[in-house]
């Protein structure tokens, strides 16, 4: 078999000027579609190209998650590297969670190296979360500080310290808001530093509160936010109620009201999956009436084969370039 | 949870704490005087002594009034006079997004977010008020257990990663 580092491909070469595909399409104008990959539990490559293979033909970007839930899986560089590798358009999720500032920056300028273009800044949720509670919390970082410093690597063309990068990353940097949780007055104005420390895409936290996201956006709006910054909606769909239950009451920032809890109890059985994809489908579509909202960003834990139907169903589904 | 700061909290503080336009004052009278009796410190005391007395000031009483961490670079009146190294992922720049329906924080349930309190403060304070809003550089984790108000007053603590500060000059 060939070895893809002693001949590194065609894309490999061209990936170092390109600009973030994702960047490109937000620019068109078009509603973009951004998906959130399951990263394996395992060191075979197949894994991961199993989980990407149903996003793939309806996604813009698909986000490798960093350790999400303070759970270990295969690293987000490694995921990242592989997608692109193949051709997809990866999301590095960074967390400040396990890596202090020299390991995050070498990690930033890696990935550039080895395809990646968009980049996702997130404080990452606490130790406490995952099956390894016992872990020491890093936090060197926090998002904001991280989100700068990816903008120094790439806009100065130097590390923290000032030293100088023989050739700095070209990144198209994000973060993520969350206007779900106290305190929902002021998420706005978090949102507004974010983009002052370089942030310009968001992906938020699940939205399965529509009033209290369009109360978010007009302050925002009153701000001129959404002209700074693309915003991507988190949707995703419920299994039933007791995963309902469990996301909102284990998952640190998740807030689920009761009204969409109760719809799940009250269908029968066998008809839960569909009608937690029904949700979904109708969040996207009031989502996407709402001004500033530039796409949605699917969060399908282990489902990521109901995200093709989340997307034609909502419709946003579109034809994407042969990749 | 012996190793969170909350869990060594000394009592009688948070009354003090709700009172952020009288520890502003405070704040502000103390680092005018500091700043006009420094040189003459100086010149009587010792560098060892002068080191001494300042970190066990520090720690007594902003450790009884904020449950101060001491990293050794305040920010204090920036964050609604509320120490934001109380937060258990260290955030100089917070709230994260795993701020609990109650207000209380993602990772000690029983604490209400160090973060909720700072803005909710900022929004009453007036001399610093809106400071929250400041971008905070990333903490230098080599000044902690020194004082802050000698750092303060030597310029220490204002010495930020030079590549922090290129993009902070345009």
Known sequence: MENPDQHPTASEGESLGSESRLLQVLKGGHFAVTAELNAPDSADPKDVYANVLALGDVCDGINATDGSGANCHMSSVACCALMARAGYEPV????????NRIAIQGDLLGAAALGVRNVLCLTGDDVSAGDQPEARRVFDFDALQLLRTAQILRDQGVFLSGRKLTTAPDFFLGAAANPFVPPQDLR????????EAGAQFIQTQYCYDVPVFEAFMRRARDMGLHERVYMLVGVGPLRSERAAEFM????????????????LAKTPRKGKRA??????????EEVKQIEGVHGVHIMAYRQEETVPEIVERAGILRSRPEE | MSSFAESKRKPGSEWLKNRPRLLEGIYAGSKSA??????????????????????????????YLFNCQMCGQCILHST???????????????????????????VIPEMPCVWVQAWQRDAQMGRYGGEIQLLQPPVNRSLQNSSAWLNLLEGVDAQQPSGWSTIELE
């Open chain 2, 80 to 106: 609604g006079m509320t120490c934001p190294m109380n937060c258990p992922k260290n955030l100089r720049n917070g709230p994260c997004g795993g701020v609990r329906q109650n207000g209380h924080c993602e």
């Open chain 1, 92 to 99: 590095l999720q960074v967390s400040c969670r396990d890596r």
């Open chain 2, 34 to 63: 500091l700043q006009l009796l420094y040189p003459v410190l100086k010149r009587i005391l010792p560098a060892r002594w002068m080191d001494g007395i300042f970190v066990w000031s520090e720690e007594v009483s902003k450790g």
């Open chain 1, 275 to 284: 009608e937690g994809i029904q949700i979904c489908v109708e969040i996207i």
């Open chain 1, 188 to 195: 706005h104005l978090r949102l507004a530093k974010k983009i």
């Open chain 1, 248 to 263: 909102r009451s284990r998952v640190p920032g998740v807030h689920i009201p009761d009204a969409v809890v109760d719809r």
